[in-house]
Every structure is written in structure tokens, then in C-alpha cells.
């Protein structure tokens, strides 16, 4: 099975930046759709950006020209550059992967879900 681990969180002002990190382990990194997830406080979790194997790209309308995201192949790691923080950006934010034109099949999602890395965004 593959795995996802995510790094890069943290707490940070309202208009600030954050890189979040996402390791794939396997082989199959290169051929599948990646995508961020995060799960608010009380919230369900939702889908945030998602980028193809061809780097077509989504992003959730909540943070269309704030967040970017991206993949290196040749290191099996996706990134998500978020700019422009807001407090209802607070969230522990999860990456998986899988098939998928863009978004990943939400049915056919190669990882389990792991801890996540938590951002907080807040005065």
C-alpha cells in the first residue's frame, strides 16, 4: 500500500505563508492524480487542490489565487505553497493520491489516511 506522509505545518499569522510537504513512498507517484484534503474543527474533511500526472490543476474556491500545488516526480512529493492565511485556513491538512483525471477518484484513494500536519492560523 502506499503511503503518504505530510510535513510543513505549523501556526502562523493571518497573511502569512506555509509550504506543506506530502512523501509518497512507491513507484507509482509519477502515473497517478495528487491531492490536499484538510478537516477543519468540527468540519468534515474536504478537498482543497488537486493536481493530474499532467500537471493539470483544482483548487476548492475557498482558496483559488491564495494556495498553489505542485509535484516533483523524480522526489515522489507533492507541495501545497499557501499564501495569503486566513483563520478558517486552520486545519489539519492531509494528502493522498490515485487514479484520476485530476481529482483523485475519492472510491480508488491509494493511501490510508495519516496524522496529517496542522496548521493554525491565528493572532
Known amino acids: 500500500q502506499v503511503q503518504f506522509v505530510e510535513s510543513g505545518g505549523g501556526l502562523v499569522q493571518p497573511g502569512g505563508s506555509l509550504r506543506l510537504s506530502c512523501a509518497a513512498s512507491?513507484?507509482?507517484?509519477?502515473?497517478?492524480?495528487m491531492a490536499w484534503y484538510r478537516q477543519g474543527p468540527g468540519s468534515q474533511r474536504e478537498l482543497v487542490a488537486a493536481?493530474?500526472?499532467?500537471?493539470?490543476?483544482y483548487y476548492a474556491d475557498s482558496v483559488k489565487g491564495r494556495f498553489t500545488i505542485s509535484r516533483e516526480n523524480a522526489k515522489n512529493t507533492a507541495y501545497l505553497q499557501m499564501n495569503n492565511l486566513r483563520p478558517d485556513d486552520t486545519a489539519v491538512y492531509y494528502c493522498?493520491?490515485?487514479?484520476?483525471?485530476?481529482?483523485?477518484?475519492?472510491?480508488?484513494?491509494?493511501?490510508?489516511w495519516g496524522q496529517g500536519t496542522q496548521v493554525t492560523v491565528s493572532s
Open positions: 493522498n493520491g490515485g487514479p484520476g483525471m485530476v481529482v483523485p477518484e475519492p472510491s480508488r484513494l491509494f493511501g490510508s
Open positions: 512507491g513507484n507509482l507517484f509519477r502515473f497517478v492524480a
Open positions: 493536481i493530474s500526472s499532467g500537471d493539470r490543476t
